[in-house]
């Protein structure tokens, strides 16, 4: 399928043309949402890999980043890009498709298939908009677990993710404990930073802020607010690197000229960078989407409902939890630092429950949970051989 960039981000009427699988659900009862509104039918767009054994007891729910998608492994439909996790998904890698069931969908108020602001509300038979209800990472969740029962899955193997993934998974260890059987947060937290909440407001009020943004009706214009969507991606992706890897790749190195231009073209490789990025990024998300999907980010605060006590999110009954945890951090992201996923161990630690963490050395930021990594792979690799050996997991025929 090609998709022009004036059609880029799929149009809603192409979303089933894309590669991979489509459910929809809660047609007959809607979705509760922790708004209090519900949601339903509710359409979910997935990829697999690998082959569910007999037991079903081999499955990994991969749970994707803000400007992820379920394309993990598969090259991806617009950009041509390769899968996204492709270095730690597939056969023979650290999540070996040999031996597990891979699943990733596209979250709930995604771009990629599954019901968002871009999807047609059937109520009105246009686009949501604006008028899509606010979500958040439970309610993610909560689809994915219709997902989960829709593929006969009784309990999940393992449920990973890094950044907002890692929120996916700390939420499906503390809302379904007797459906996972280990958890793996990377690069995450309990709760979203007020940096973290600063950083997105800037991403929300630049696209907001663009003339062609039209209220979040810009699909009935016909139009889409690409540059400020483009100036959301940019402010964000500084964050997701480290001030070494910059240094690094770019320094003060001028972009094609071997002198100061005195104006306002990209003068530095960096600012060339960066522009690219956010130009490519217009091309596969929606600028609604992003908005729905930092606001989720933003609303996440785990021990929010527990009186504020982190250890009590992993209480079942009184009883600790059975799902059993490996963190993992990374030394130079200053946008998730280890402190946060140290929280996180601590108050595990303090009810005994089944946990390990580790913090990889690395110079990459946040973003080096997607990059080549050989420790982090190991680490993954590890956690899950350490699980089948404690489960008897066969592997797949």
Same mark, same amino acid.
């Given at each position: 399928?090609?998709?022009?960039? =004036?059609?880029?981000?799929? @149009? ?32 979910? @767009? ?6 569910? #054994? @007999? ?67 059937? *109520? ?13 990472? @439970? =309610? ?13 899955? =009784? ?13 996916? /998974?700390?939420?499906? *260890? ?21 940096? #973290? ?8 009020? *630049? ?37 070494? *890897? ?102 595990? #630690?303090?009810?005994?429950? #089944? ?23 190991? /680490? ?18």
């Amino acid at each position: 399928m090609t998709v022009s960039r =004036d059609n880029a981000a799929v @149009a809603p009427e192409e979303a089933r043309q894309l590669p991979g699988h489509f459910v929809t659900l809660a047609a007959d009862r809607p979705m509760p949402l922790e708004s209090g509104a519900s949601l339903g039918p509710v359409t979910i @767009a997935y990829t697999t890999h690998g082959t569910l #054994n @007999a037991e079903a007891s081999n499955a990994i729910l991969v749970c994707h980043a803000l400007t992820g998608d379920q394309y993990m492994l598969d090259r991806h439909p617009v950009t041509g890009k390769p899968g996204w996790w492709e270095l730690a998904v597939g056969p023979g890698r650290a999540i070996d498709t040999d031996r597990y069931f891979v699943i990733c969908a596209n979250v709930l108020g995604g771009c990629m298939g599954t019901t968002g602001p871009k999807e047609v509300d059937p *109520a009105t038979g246009k686009p949501y908009g604006m008028g899509f209800p606010v979500i958040t990472i @439970a =309610d993610m969740v909560r689809a994915q677990k219709l997902l989960v029962d829709h593929l006969g899955i =009784d309990k999940l193997f393992c449920v990973i993710g890094g950044s907002m993934g890692a929120m996916q /998974v700390l939420q499906w *260890a503390v809302d379904y404990p007797d459906r996972v059987y280990g958890a793996m947060p990377i690069a995450g937290a309990a709760r979203h930073s007020a940096q #973290n909440i600063a950083f997105h407001e800037v991403g929300r009020q *630049a696209i907001m802020a663009d003339p062609d943004w039209h209220g979040g009706d810009y699909l009935l214009q016909g139009v889409r607010p690409t540059g400020g969507l483009s100036v959301a991606r940019m402010a964000a992706h500084i964050t997701y690197l480290s001030e070494t *890897a910059l240094h690094r790749k770019f320094g003060r190195n001028l972009q094609d000229r071997r002198a100061l231009g005195f104006g306002f073209d990209a003068d530095f490789q960096v600012e060339s960078y960066l522009r690219h990025q956010g130009f490519t990024f217009v091309d596969r998300f929606d600028a609604n989407s992003y908005l729905y999907i930092t606001r989720a980010m933003d609303y996440f605060d785990l021990p929010a409902r527990y009186g504020g006590n982190l250890q009590d999110c992993f209480r079942v009954d009184g009883k600790v939890t059975p799902v059993r945890f490996c963190l993992v951090s990374f030394s130079s992201d200053w946008l998730f630092p280890t402190r946060e996923s140290r929280r996180i161990v601590h108050a595990l #630690n303090a009810i005994a429950a #089944n946990v390990s963490s580790v913090e990889i050395e690395s110079d990459k930021g946040h973003d080096a949970f997607l990059l080549d990594e050989p420790q982090f792979h190991a /680490v993954l690799g590890g956690f899950l051989d350490g699980l089948a050996e404690h489960r008897g997991l066969k592997a797949a025929p």
